[in-house]
Every structure is written in structure tokens, then in C-alpha cells.
């Protein structure tokens, strides 16, 4: 079966520090990734995703990147992180058997100070 | 993809049928209508999905007009533990869409 890991669960980074998520799958081949960021209160902000190795969609504009090194490995990073950027980052995939159906991670909640 | 318009926000008590309905006017023929549920510091979930007419499954059934315009999510009796936020999407069910979600509606169910 299939299954989504991603981590760290929580982070706190101080502002100006570089933020590193990373989120894998297993279980499936050339899956679609997603990286979501939900503020509190708020709905789902697609931010990037990927159909392939090193093929990265950005969504919006901001102070974050996406990289696909390997086909079920999808990484969200930013140099320098702001204060916007707190929030639950959630990473998904799709594809296979079960092409129609979103499967997300447990999320990461970062928190910018 | 289909623009989507839900309540902002249902409430609900427990034993209760909840129906949750979704506008997509501008939806396309190839499209597809999903559902999900998320709770609280949680991923979605994914809760179910139809092209037309009506779709059940253990969880909800989903009903679809003839003109697609629209869609209903429907809840038999619900508790406590259905309190969560359902989003639904239209998209087209081929590799590498983007998928967006909509603010939701966030359903409270009381004692």
C-alpha cells in the first residue's frame, strides 16, 4: 500500500533562518506532489506541485522553493524565512491506480518567531 | 478549473442529516466532483466523488443534479466527531492538474 511521510511534525524557526520540509512516498511510481500551506483558521493555499523529476509548478509568488530530486521525494525550502511564513504545510500526492484522490501527510507546523 | 461556492459555515446537532452544497457553475464536461474532510491539524481526506446522479458510500452520498451545475453532500445522522471542515473540488481526473481548494464549510455538530 501507499503511504506519505512527511516531517518534521513541528518546527519553531527563528525570522532570517533557511527552512528545509521534506516529504516522501512509497508505495507508487511517478506520483504528482504537492506542497499546501494552510494558515490558522484559513483553507488550503496550493503552493507548488510537480508531475515529474525536477518538473516544479509554483502557484505563488514568495519566499519559498520546491525541489523533486528523486520521483517520490518532493522538498520545500527557503532561505530566509518571514514571519507569513508560519503556518501547517501540508505535502500530497496523487497518481496510479488511485489517480482521482488526493493523499496528504500528516503536515508541519511551522512556526516563524 | 470550476470555480467552487460554499457555506462558510453549518451547524448541526448530533443524529441529524447534514447536507452541504456546492456551486459550480462553470464546471466542464471531462470534470469530476470531489469531496473532502479535514479536521483540525490534520491532512484532508478524501470522502467521495461523482461525475452525475447520485454516488453513496459508507461515509456520504453525494448528489448531482442533471445539469451539474451543483452539488450536495449528504451526511446521515451525524455526531460529534463529524465536526470538521468539507471542501469540494471540480477538476478534471488526469495526471498533473493542479488541485485548488476552496475556503470550505466548516461544520459544528452539538450535543
Known amino acids: 500500500s501507499q503511504t506519505i511521510h512527511q516531517w518534521p511534525a513541528t518546527l519553531v524557526q527563528p525570522v532570517g533562518s533557511p527552512l528545509s520540509l521534506e516529504c516522501t512516498v512509497e508505495?507508487?511510481?511517478?506520483?504528482?506532489l504537492y506542497w499546501y500551506r494552510q494558515a490558522a483558521g484559513r483553507g488550503l493555499q496550493l503552493l507548488f506541485y510537480s508531475v515529474g523529476i525536477g518538473q516544479i509548478s509554483s502557484e505563488v509568488p514568495q519566499n519559498l522553493s520546491a525541489s523533486r530530486p528523486q520521483d517520490r521525494q518532493f522538498i520545500l525550502s527557503s532561505k530566509k524565512l518571514l514571519l507569513s511564513d508560519s503556518g501547517f504545510y501540508l505535502c500530497a500526492w496523487r497518481g496510479g491506480a488511485t489517480n482521482e484522490k488526493l493523499f496528504f501527510g500528516s503536515g508541519t507546523q511551522l512556526s516563524v518567531l | 478549473l470550476a470555480k467552487t461556492t460554499q457555506p462558510i459555515s453549518m451547524d448541526s446537532y448530533e443524529g441529524q442529516e447534514v447536507n452541504i452544497t456546492c456551486s459550480h457553475n462553470n464546471i466542464a464536461t471531462n470534470d469530476y466532483i470531489t469531496w473532502y474532510q479535514q479536521f483540525p491539524s490534520q491532512g484532508p481526506r478524501f470522502i467521495i466523488q461523482g461525475y452525475k446522479t447520485k454516488v453513496t458510500n459508507e461515509v456520504a452520498s453525494l448528489f448531482i443534479p442533471a445539469d451539474r451545475k451543483s452539488s450536495t453532500l449528504s451526511l446521515p445522522r451525524v455526531s460529534l466527531s463529524d465536526t470538521a471542515v468539507y471542501y469540494c473540488l471540480v477538476g478534471v481526473l488526469t495526471g498533473g492538474f493542479k488541485t485548488i481548494f476552496g475556503a470550505g464549510t466548516r461544520l459544528f455538530v452539538k450535543a
Open positions: 508505495g507508487t511510481s511517478n506520483p504528482n
